[in-house]
Structures are given as structure tokens and as C-alpha cells.
């Protein structure tokens, strides 16, 4: 596979992690596609324990998601990414309130705007930190989706430091 390997990193409290690691030398979509599929896999398996810190990224662009889920993984947090409003909605309300230390939403996507999802988002978990990230930065955007209940705005690309001030933040919060 790429000249890679696959091992077991460690076995915790009925968890197994499988590290699959290879060198890259032409970025290609299968590698984003077997990518997406091996971070599937890693979130289920870390979804139940207690002790994980968790991110919901919801954005179209799907390098915004790896780039942001980069900097959540490195911070310790399990990813997890909707590509639109709707999905978001979707996925929040099968895992519950409490679930996700803190949700990245974009603000103009397909199907579902970040406004709406906010909004519905806000409906099932009211205390999970919601961040607006945004390519616009327009300020009436920004107050319209804080007005929807997100806790503040962000334009892209976000500054690494504010993105781990607030995933320092989120990570002190017990959710369940």
C-alpha cells in the first residue's frame, strides 16, 4: 500500500487503534478518498469514549475540512465533518446533545445555509461553542448567524492561533 504500514498503536479500555501510515508522493482523489474512509473508521471507533474532545466540521470545501481537522487532530479532538447544513442537522441529532466540544459551520453551503443548520443545531445541544467560518466575512453575515445562536464569527482562513484558542476552550468543557 504505497510502500505504507498498518499497526496497532494501542488498546485502551476496549478501543483499538489501527495507524495505517505511508509516504505520498503524488496527491491524487483516491488518497482522499481512501483518506475519508480511514478518519470514518478512526471516529467511529473513538465515538463512545467519554474522554475524547469531539469537532463537528460542517463546510463544502472539502480541503477547508481537512485543513481544520488537521489542526483539531493535532489538538487532541476526534473529527468528524458534515459537508452541508442538513448533514450536520443529521448527524447531531443521532449522536445528542452533548456530544461535540464544539461545531465549525461554514455559512453559505448547498441544501442547508449555516444560518438554518445553526438554528437547528441550537434546537437539539443549546450549550455546544457553534464557530461561523466564512470566505465572505461580510459583518451582516456574521451578526445574522450569531443572531441563529452560533457563539461568534470567523473569517477564512481562520489564524491557527484562534482556532486553538478555542479548541483549548472547548476541550476543558465535560460534555458527555
Same mark, same amino acid.
Request: charged residues 20%; contains cysteine.
Given at each position: 500500500? /504505497?510502500?505504507?504500514? @498498518?499497526?496497532? =498503536?494501542? &488498546? =485502551?479500555?476496549?478501543?483499538?487503534?489501527?495507524? &495505517?501510515?505511508?509516504?505520498? @508522493?503524488?496527491?491524487?482523489?483516491? %488518497?482522499?478518498?481512501?483518506h475519508?474512509? &480511514?478518519e470514518? @473508521?478512526?471516529?467511529? *471507533?473513538?465515538?463512545?469514549?467519554?474522554n475524547?474532545?469531539?469537532?463537528?466540521?460542517v463546510?463544502?470545501? +472539502?480541503?477547508?475540512?481537512?485543513?481544520?481537522?488537521?489542526?483539531?487532530?493535532?489538538?487532541? %479532538?476526534?473529527?468528524e465533518?458534515?459537508?452541508? #447544513?442538513?448533514?450536520? @442537522?443529521e448527524?447531531?441529532r =443521532?449522536?445528542?446533545? #452533548? %456530544? /461535540? $466540544?464544539?461545531?465549525?459551520?461554514?455559512?453559505?453551503?448547498?441544501?442547508? $445555509?449555516g444560518?438554518e443548520?445553526?438554528?437547528?443545531?441550537? +434546537?437539539?445541544?443549546? *450549550?455546544? !461553542?457553534? /464557530?461561523a467560518?466564512?470566505? $465572505? #466575512?461580510?459583518?451582516?453575515?456574521?451578526? =445574522?448567524?450569531?443572531r441563529?445562536?452560533? *457563539?461568534?464569527?470567523?473569517? +477564512?482562513?481562520? !489564524?491557527?492561533? *484562534?482556532? /486553538?484558542?478555542?479548541l483549548?476552550?472547548?476541550?476543558?468543557v +465535560?460534555?458527555?
Open positions: 500500500m /504505497y510502500g505504507g504500514s @498498518v499497526y496497532v =498503536e494501542d &488498546v =485502551e479500555q476496549g478501543l483499538l487503534s489501527v495507524v &495505517v501510515a505511508f509516504q505520498l @508522493v503524488k496527491h491524487t482523489s483516491k %488518497f482522499v478518498a481512501q475519508a474512509r &480511514v470514518s @473508521v478512526r471516529n467511529l *471507533t473513538l465515538a463512545h469514549d467519554s475524547v474532545s469531539r469537532a463537528l466540521i463546510d463544502d470545501n +472539502k480541503l477547508q475540512v481537512k485543513l481544520l481537522g488537521k489542526v483539531c487532530t493535532d489538538s487532541g %479532538f476526534t473529527v465533518s458534515a459537508f452541508d #447544513g442538513s448533514e450536520a @442537522v448527524m447531531m =443521532e449522536r445528542g446533545a #452533548g %456530544f /461535540y $466540544n464544539i461545531v465549525f459551520c461554514d455559512i453559505v453551503m448547498p441544501k442547508m $445555509n444560518v443548520a445553526t438554528l437547528r443545531m441550537r +434546537k437539539i445541544d443549546s *450549550t455546544v !461553542p457553534i /464557530y467560518i466564512s470566505a $465572505n #466575512g461580510f459583518d451582516s453575515d456574521f451578526d =445574522e448567524i450569531v441563529a445562536g452560533a *457563539t461568534a464569527g470567523f473569517s +477564512k482562513p481562520v !489564524p491557527r492561533d *484562534t482556532i /486553538y484558542s478555542v483549548t476552550q472547548a476541550s476543558k +465535560k460534555r458527555r
